[in-house]
């Protein structure tokens, strides 16, 4: 079944301690992405990759960081979260041949 | 940058009833998508749809891009339609980043 997978789907974790939230899909995409979505701000692009090695920013990429270092595979890593990335987080890829975007399941990331 | 605008913000609905729900963008747009926001919070794709019109079961859609608007149509609602529906844009220039709008609540009541 063509997907995207996001692992872990539910994370409650402490101000400081670094975590990586893996993304994954199957379907030989090129683009992948991340969004962040907040009550009353909506789902916000945080970094994007065109493709391997190929990495920039999206509107909202502080305090977070990523890396493509094979296709299908994009995590978003935290090297020292705040409360402020309390949030839900979705991943999301695409094809080279179509602007249509398939997200992941979403995780939801607590930080205390 | 792109806004998008979406509307009505609620909608209260009895089974069975139809509904259109509006998304206004402020600048073109080269791709479309609706999306159905479920309540364990998954986003569901509905339609890729940056001009025409579509049609998938009891769901269609139509883009009108050169007034920048695209419009949802769901008829004989059901319970299951409950939860948030979103239309997001963006352009090719910037990466098909989509620009998501604020979603349409939607709840279906039996």
């Known amino acids: 079944e063509a997907q995207v997978t996001q692992n872990p789907r539910y994370l409650i974790t402490v101000t400081g301690k670094k975590l990586t939230v893996t993304c994954s899909q199957n379907m030989n995409h090129e683009y992948m992405s991340w969004y962040r979505q907040d009550p009353g701000l909506g789902l916000r692009q945080i970094y994007y990759s065109m493709n391997v090695e190929v990495t920039d920013k999206g509107d909202v990429p502080e305090g977070y960081k990523v890396s493509r270092k094979e296709k299908r595979n994009f995590p978003l890593i935290l090297e020292s979260p705040s409360p402020n990335q309390t949030s839900l987080y979705f991943c999301a890829s695409r094809g080279q041949d179509t602007y249509e975007q398939y997200f992941g399941p979403g995780t939801r990331l607590t930080v205390t | 940058g792109i806004q998008v605008e979406q509307s009505p913000p609620d909608l209260i609905l009895q089974e069975g009833a139809n509904s259109t729900l509006r998304c206004n963008f402020s600048?073109?747009?080269?791709?479309l998508q609706w999306f159905h926001q479920n309540p364990w919070g998954q986003l569901i794709n509905l339609f890729y749809i940056p001009s025409g019109t579509k049609q998938n079961g009891r769901l269609s859609a139509t883009t009108v891009a050169t007034e920048r608007y695209s419009l949802l149509y769901i008829s004989s609602s059901q319970t299951t339609d409950s939860g948030v529906y979103f239309c997001?844009?963006?352009?090719?220039?910037?990466?098909?980043?989509?620009?998501f709008g604020q979603g349409t609540e939607l709840s279906v009541k039996p």
């Open positions: 997001a844009g963006g352009n090719y220039n910037q990466g098909g980043k989509l620009i």
């Open positions: 600048d073109s747009v080269n791709n």
